[in-house]
């Protein structure tokens, strides 16, 4: 249970939905749809089972799991979340019936489960998957859905694909045979999201109109008929829609004005337009407004309003809809208890809900732990999902590091010479302290004396050390407590260099401000920046990652492009001279991410290779020699790596079975092995398990575990360890934090 809390809690670090005030969510609706598809994807619900994407892009699953849905390598139910073998740099999830599906960061989609129609859409055999596997042929992909038995892509040209059981047309290929791996459906394009019902599906496009295809026996496709359609038809009587859901039979959508307007099966009320008769053509559900995100169960129906409430309509035999009933309702009643959620999920005959402060609340039922709280009783009403918070997102710089905790708020310890710990003072802390006046952020980075955070709201804050405007507050005056960032909204990752900030916005750009001396900014000068400026010619970024004076961003293509200072070869282009606007590292692909060192760099391949490049005097490179590499080399005998992380001269790699790997510089014991060795190939640093995430300051360590627990070694005469005693540590020791 404590997992739990710390797998569901990660889903808000991620999808980042502080409570909006009426008037912003009022202005804001037309971005819901990205907002609630966000949500969703990032906290789901099967049949049976639920599925969570933590911050470090793992995936955890609970519930049933008779052919392999929870992609543990098992077929053993689960009543608390166990994590999904083998995948990293998760983006976006998907299910409905008993398989799933993922989108790493690089574009490409993995699934596991059932596969009896090919549904999984890894070429066949049709047989289940009990860990992920890759769909072939898919290449940067931003969403998926999940049918019964067939499977959606929406790429990033507009186009959308489908495979897997085609018996009713769901796959819109003009047939009805079964696909074993994608096909392109026709007559689609600028798609911006998918849903998939048991046998239909439905698509938006930009221009805000719905499409529709696939099994019509209920008029879920809304065309006015209960005729089959073998491709996609216009869903009439709709413009403006903003988000789409789709049930076991039944269609939802939301249009710009927050209104709902639902279509196909009836039965059990769940239209909510105040009747149990179908309708092959959108009606509108009664007595909502406002509404920022719609999830469809089997037979049931929650929406979110802008407010945070939580509104169900349709099937409530095991209490699904939360109203402290078993009464099927044709119009929605608002569930109770419930308020500040920015997302919901629905499974066959459960129901989800993430709240802006983090917690995560279920009801309905639990016959298969799908609630994933250890209790087999139904819930008729939502209750909190219990267990200890913990640690979801961390960094550490030269002398001092950082935690975001699962309330949204930052702690900080080490040096604070230049006010980098954010507490209002210059005073060292060997004991974690909070930051001031920040709450609702999702990720944080550390510079050599600055810090920064991105809160739930997109926006940047800054604290520290700012002689070269690395704060990006237009002065160059330190800062003892965080303040905004400069012209900067809809920021999903940042990271910092020795006195430089990088951010990724939304869209895949990336801005860029402080030091500029060796290029590091990107804009094609080295002129110092007190705010930021766009990095030039970069798009469709996923990634990013800052050294002492030289960027790293990876795109959703899988490459790598580098940019900054080059003495020792630290950008993978071949050579050693610096450069002003990002060049291309050479021979990586694939890759899922990357870490910056203070001259020297690391990425992870999707095949769990790592490699890296630039300074090797102390071996930090892994590859078994201490000579600088101006392109990438393989670090020897690690597989399986998930994460890296880079420090002043040692490297960190986390594997996806949760151990801990480190090689280079050992002389305070950032290494972890119980040594002050040098290694010039990866050693495993003793005594952890379950790791989720890893994190290297100038010569400390910090990791994670999926306990929600931080652990620390190395040096610590800043107190950066987090543990009061100012003594460095040769293996890791837990952090006082909490």
Request: hydrophobic content about 40%.
């Amino acid at each position: 249970m404590t997992r739990l809390l710390q797998v569901w809690i990660g889903v808000l670090t991620v999808v980042g939905c502080g409570q909006p005030t009426d008037e912003s969510a009022k202005q804001s609706l037309m971005g819901a749809p990205l907002w609630a598809a966000q949500s969703r994807a990032r906290l789901v619900a099967g049949d049976s089972y639920s599925l969570a994407l933590r911050p470090d892009g793992t995936v955890w699953a609970a519930g049933s799991n008779s052919v392999g849905q929870l992609g543990d390598g098992s077929r053993t139910d689960r009543s608390e979340p166990v994590q999904v073998q083998g995948l990293s740099g998760v983006v976006s999830l998907a299910t409905r019936a008993a398989h799933s599906l993922a989108v790493r960061s690089d574009g490409t989609v993995w699934a596991w489960g059932a596969n009896t129609y090919g549904q999984v859409g890894d070429a066949g055999p049709k047989t289940n998957r009990l860990v992920p596997v890759q769909v072939p042929g898919l290449s940067g992909v931003v969403a998926v859905a999940a049918g019964h038995s067939h499977s959606l892509a929406v790429r990033n040209d507009g186009s959308v694909w489908a495979w897997g059981l085609n018996s009713s047309g769901q796959v819109g290929d003009g047939t009805t045979t079964s696909r074993l791996v994608p096909v392109q459906v026709p007559g689609l394009s600028g798609v911006v999201a998918v849903a998939a019902g048991s046998y239909h599906s439905l698509a938006v496009l930009s221009d805000g109109s719905v499409w529709a295809w696939g099994d019509n026996a209920s008029g879920q496709v809304g065309d006015g008929t209960t005729t089959n359609r073998l491709v996609p038809v216009q869903v009439p009587g709709l413009s403006g829609v903003v988000a789409v859901a789709a049930g076991l039979s039944h269609s939802l959508a939301v249009r710009s004005g927050g209104g709902v307007w639902a279509w196909g099966l009836n039965s059990s009320g769940q239209l909510g337009d105040g009747t149990t008769t179908s309708r092959s053509v959108p009606v509108q559900t009664q007595g909502l407004s406002g509404v920022v995100a719609v999830a469809a169960g089997t037979w049931h129906s929650l929406a979110v309003r802008f407010d945070g409430t939580v509104w169900a309509w349709g099937s409530n035999g095991t209490s699904q809809l939360g109203d402290d009933s078993r009464s099927s309702r044709s119009v929605p009643v608002q569930t109770q208890g419930l308020s500040g959620v920015v997302a919901v999920a629905a499974g066959s005959s459960h129901s989800l809900a993430l709240r802006s402060n983090g917690t995560v609340w279920a009801w309905g039922s639990n016959t298969f732990g799908q609630r994933g709280d250890g209790v087999a009783a139904h819930h008729p009403v939502p209750v909190p999902v219990q267990g200890l918070e913990g640690v979801v997102a961390m960094a550490a710089s030269q002398f001092h590091s950082l935690a975001v905790y699962s309330d949204g708020t930052v702690w900080a310890w080490g040096d604070n010479s230049r006010g980098q710990l954010g507490d209002g003072t210059t005073s060292n802390r060997s004991v974690p302290v909070r930051v001031q006046g920040l709450s609702g952020v999702v990720a944080v980075a550390a510079g050599s004396a600055h810090s920064l955070a991105v809160r739930s709201d997109g926006t940047v804050w800054a604290w520290g050390y700012n002689a070269q405007g690395q704060l990006g507050d237009g002065t160059t005056t330190d800062r003892l407590v965080a303040v905004q960032v400069q012209g900067l909204s809809g920021v999903v990752a940042v990271a910092a260099g020795s006195a430089y900030s990088l951010a990724v916005h939304s869209d895949g750009t990336v801005w860029a401000w402080g030091s500029n001396a060796s290029g590091q900014v990107g804009d094609g000068t080295t002129s110092n920046r007190r705010v930021p400026v766009q990095v030039q010619g970069l798009s469709g970024v996923v990634a990013v990652a800052a050294g002492s004076s030289h960027s790293l961003v990876v795109r959703s293509d899988g490459t790598v492009w580098a940019w900054g200072y080059n003495s020792s070869g630290q950008l993978g282009d071949g050579t050693t001279s610096n450069r002003r606007v990002p060049v291309q590292a050479q021979g990586l692909s694939g890759v899922g991410a990357v870490a910056a060192g203070t001259w020297h760099s690391l990425a992870v391949r999707s095949d769990g290779t790592v490699w890296a490049w630039g300074k090797n005097g102390q071996g930090q490179l892994g590859d078994g020699t201490t000579i600088d590499r101006l392109v990438p080399v393989q670090a020897q005998g690690l597989s399986g790596g998930v994460a890296v992380a880079a420090g002043s001269a040692h490297s960190l790699a986390m594997r996806s079975d949760g151990s801990v790997w480190a090689w280079g510089d050992n002389f305070d014991g950032p290494l972890g092995d119980g040594t002050t060795i040098d290694r010039l190939v990866p050693v495993q640093a003793q005594g952890l398990s379950g790791g989720v995430a890893v994190a290297a300051g100038s010569a400390h360590s910090l990791a994670a575990l999926s306990d929600g627990t931080l652990w620390s070694w190395g040096n610590n005469a800043y107190g950066q360890l987090g543990n009061a005693p100012p003594t460095s540590a040769t293996t890791p020791i837990r952090s006082l934090l909490y």
